[in-house]
């Protein structure tokens, strides 16, 4: 569905990021329409908190508030004052001719500005069986997955040393009988609050200097995961550990491919900002993961938010000749 009406603005992304500068730019009364995605990049509408479960550092809940419920209540506050959302994924933009036109498969619409706050997504490794025993043993989930009976009391894997491979390993001690985390150097990357969490806790343990290589399991629809090769760094070894779950938790790539080489990117595939929010074409601004490769939090992708939001406001007004 093509629409002749040309939109002060659209924003590409739901998460923390998108939200906000929605509910900034529907209170600065631009009547924003923002498509939220429909799995874009295997991720729920809602972004990637939707794939957590209790937030425990967004400002205003002191006792924590579920990931989900959080991304729900943000969608209600950017619609109370405006927002259009539409649950669909942008194929492709044109910011080559003004007003930029933005595609998904149901419709195309045209606006002076866009924000794009379309976040990142769970890297994989690309290891032999991997695709085998993907969703069979093998996810970059914990928090989504770790219930399932494939898990319960069997012992299980993480990948990674960052926050999200500390959180997912206390989150899988409710479930498994023993955690292991796969550390490719000798230090976790995390926070400290969370390193606590897992040097402290009597069901994990660490595997320091250790990379994951290959993932072996049964044969046949029903085969799963049941171990993988590991290779010790210090000694230059390679060992059989038997595990029913590998867990990734090996950061993020951001959702820029629908971009298809119309704005500046970084090596990464990050999308560059200058001056705040701007991005290389005038009028397109980014907040959130999709051009943070650094602090990658829900408030500070909400505060960037925020600012692109203010931004886009700004820049709009400064075209007197167009709205
Ligand atoms: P995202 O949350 O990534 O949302 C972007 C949305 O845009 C997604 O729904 C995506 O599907 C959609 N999208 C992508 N492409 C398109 C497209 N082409 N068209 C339309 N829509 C599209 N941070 C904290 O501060 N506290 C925590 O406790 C915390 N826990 C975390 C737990 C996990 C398991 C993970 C993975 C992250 C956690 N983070 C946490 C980090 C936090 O979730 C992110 O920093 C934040 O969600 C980024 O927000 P965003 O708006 O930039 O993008
Ligand atoms: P990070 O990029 O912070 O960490 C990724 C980890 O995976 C690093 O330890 C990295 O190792 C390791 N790694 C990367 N590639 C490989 C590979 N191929 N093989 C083995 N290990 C690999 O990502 P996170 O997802 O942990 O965190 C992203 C952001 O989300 C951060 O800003 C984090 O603070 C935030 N977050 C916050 C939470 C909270 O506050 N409760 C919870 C979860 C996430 P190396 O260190 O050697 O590079």
Request: hydrophobic content about 40%; proline content about 3%; charged content about 20%.
């Amino acid at each position: 569905m093509s629409s002749t009406k040309i939109h002060a603005l659209i924003i590409i992304g739901s998460g923390p990021a998108g939200y906000t500068a929605a509910l900034y730019a529907a209170r600065a009364r631009l009547e924003p329409v923002l498509f939220a995605g429909w799995m874009a990049g295997g991720i729920a509408a809602g972004g990637q908190l939707t794939s957590t479960s209790i937030v425990e550092n967004f400002p205003g809940f002191p006792k924590g508030i579920d990931g989900p419920e959080l991304m729900v209540l943000m969608q209600e506050q950017a619609e109370r004052f405006g927002t259009t959302v539409f649950i669909e994924t942008v194929e492709s933009v044109d910011l080559k001719t003004r007003p930029f036109t933005v595609s998904s498969n149901a419709r195309s619409l045209k606006a002076h500005s866009i924000i794009i706050a379309s976040g990142a997504i769970a890297k994989r490794m690309g290891i032999p069986g991997e695709d085998k025993y993907w969703d069979k043993g093998i996810s970059a989930c914990a928090i989504c997955d770790a219930a399932l009976p494939i898990f319960r009391n069997k012992e299980l894997l993480v990948v990674g040393g960052g926050d999200s491979a500390c959180e997912e390993a206390y989150f899988l001690t409710k479930f498994g009988s023993k955690v292991y985390m796969a550390v490719r150097r000798n230090e976790l990357r995390a926070s400290k609050e969370m390193q606590d969490r897992v040097l402290q806790h009597p069901k994990i343990e660490i595997l320091w200097g250790t990379e994951v290589k290959e993932a072996h399991g049964g044969e046949g629809l029903r085969g799963t995961l049941e171990s993988v090769t590991l290779f010790q760094k210090k000694d230059g070894k390679e060992r059989q550990l038997p595990v029913s779950g590998l867990f990734y938790a090996i950061g993020h790539s951001p959702n820029s491919s629908f971009l298809a080489g119309q704005l500046t990117l970084d090596a990464a595939q990050y999308i560059v900002t200058t001056h705040n929010t701007q991005c290389s074409v005038e009028g397109v601004f980014a907040c959130g993961d999709v051009q943070d490769a650094h602090y990658r939090q829900a408030i500070t992708a909400a505060g960037s938010g925020c600012m692109a939001a203010l931004d886009a406001e700004h820049w709009l007004a400064s075209q007197k000749n167009i709205i």
